[in-house]
């Protein structure tokens, strides 16, 4: 084999070492793409994953702070209306001294106050009231209350107040929870 012969060999032998090494290489070069593609859309998942899963949390704590504001709203209209009924009602009792109602509910009070205590000695009334009381009343009345119904005293200082808004401050709590239960089985 000539020099030159050998020459071309080694030189052919030498590109075809150099196509195989760059073969290589752009094997390497395309795995490492395909990797870095692959690790890129891993990464892109994860974080929409996150992301979903961020903005799912965040949508139910919106919704559960929306559901607890409207029933904060829903009980504070109630108790707003349930205040506005009692004073409705309490406007009402303070106007009966005098009305053409008056004279029998004052009576009515009169006579629950002594029945439940015979020992009285003195029974309060509104003087608006005082007038229209009958004459047969057992016990003095004495016209000095501010407001409807009866204040029922004996002489050792007991007494039974069964005046209008007495009564309706010690019924108010079962009125306003019956209230309350009819509007709950409305909604």
Not at 3 to 32: I, K, P
Not at 84 to 98: H, M, N, S, T
Request: proline share 4%; aromatic share 2%; net charge negative.
């Amino acid at each position: 084999m000539a020099l030159r012969d050998l020459l071309t060999a080694l030189e052919e032998e030498g590109a075809a070492e150099h196509e195989r090494a760059q073969q290589d290489r752009r094997r390497q070069a395309s795995q490492l793409l395909v990797d870095a593609q692959e690790r890129a859309a891993e990464i892109h998942q994860h974080g929409v994953a996150e992301a979903e899963t961020t903005a799912r949390q965040e949508a139910e704590d919106l919704l559960i702070t929306a559901r607890f504001r409207a029933r904060r709203a829903v009980r504070t209209a109630r108790d707003d209306a349930l205040e506005e009924v009692l004073d409705k009602v309490r406007r009402q009792l303070e106007a009966l001294p005098g009305s053409p109602d008056g004279p029998a509910m004052a009576a009515a009070c009169v006579e629950e106050a002594v029945a439940v205590m015979p020992q009285a000695t003195t029974v309060r009334v509104h003087p608006a009231d005082a007038a229209t009381l009958r004459p047969d009343t057992t016990v003095p009345v004495v016209a000095d209350l501010e407001h409807g119904g009866a204040i029922a005293e004996d002489d050792q200082g007991r007494y039974i107040d069964n005046t209008y808004l007495t009564r309706l401050a010690n019924t108010w709590p079962e009125i306003r929870a019956g209230l309350s239960n009819s509007w709950n089985q409305d909604s």
